[in-house]
């Protein structure tokens, strides 16, 4: 491939990336500027785009947003994940009990994605966005995936790892990290309070496949106020349940 397509490969990609629950609708010079890429240029892309399907273009203001080929990638992607058919059960039972925020991640690299998530019913509430990409270093559900990773892919990732205090409350530490790993295989799940999102605390259990690798991880969350003691006493039976539930009808079988 020549360079010139890589690049234009590359930064379609960048513009696609732009758009956000925060920014659904961009211009061209909005978009220009968070490419690093001239208005002309990106102007073509963004036309090219817009006749693939790719992208839509209001017809008053110009500014474009995300078309429905998006969409039906997305349905693709998400028919794919036998773990989210699989879980979704489980998780409505988990969401009745709780009433609290619970999600479905899987791994992607070095990052875990929210593939499903049911929304807490409370006034106050975590939202975990489907889609949104997180660090395996903060969250209960990341340290979960490092906690079950086979040893040495997880060293590559921390040896890869920015080690952004995304909170006050992120673990920026790679030795107590590794330390509280330690912890987390041996229980069985992962606690976390404020450590990607301030005020916002997780308890979250590893779902294994067949061979016995851990594929996806179920987690609790919601406003750390409600997380007192008691409660989390009372949702590490219930999540690590789910987690086992799901993880045999994925071929699991801990013998």
Request: glycine share 8%; net charge neutral; proline share 4%.
């Amino acid at each position: 491939m020549k360079m010139e397509n890589l690049q234009t490969i590359q930064r379609a990609f960048a513009i696609l990336d732009c758009f956000t629950l925060e920014h659904q609708e961009l211009g061209v010079r909005e978009t220009a500027r968070l490419i690093h890429t001239p208005s002309s240029t990106t102007g073509r892309l963004l036309a090219a785009l817009k006749n693939a399907g790719v992208l839509n273009q209001n017809p008053i203001t110009k500014t474009y947003s995300l078309g429905g080929k998006v969409l039906s990638w997305a349905g693709v992607y998400s028919s794919g994940l036998d773990v989210r058919h699989l879980a979704l059960p489980h998780m409505v039972q988990l969401h009745h009990s709780t009433q609290e925020t619970i999600s479905l991640y899987v791994l992607e690299g070095d990052v875990r994605v929210c593939v499903e998530r049911l929304e807490s019913t409370q006034s106050v509430r975590i939202v975990a966005r489907i889609g949104r990409r997180l660090p395996l270093y903060a969250g209960s559900a990341g340290k979960v995936f490092l906690a079950f990773l086979n040893p040495q892919r997880c060293k590559e990732i921390l040896d890869n790892t920015a080690w952004e205090p995304l909170t006050h409350k992120t673990i920026t530490n790679r030795e107590k990290l590794e330390a509280e790993l330690v912890k987390i295989k041996a229980q069985g799940y992962g606690i976390s309070h404020g450590e990607w999102l301030p005020e916002a605390s997780g308890i979250a259990a590893p779902i294994f496949d067949q061979n016995g690798e851990v594929t996806a991880a179920v987690a609790i969350s919601g406003p750390t106020q409600r997380f007192s003691d008691e409660k989390i006493s009372q949702y590490i039976p219930e999540v690590t349940n789910v987690a086992s539930l799901i993880s045999h009808e994925m071929g699991y079988r801990n013998y």
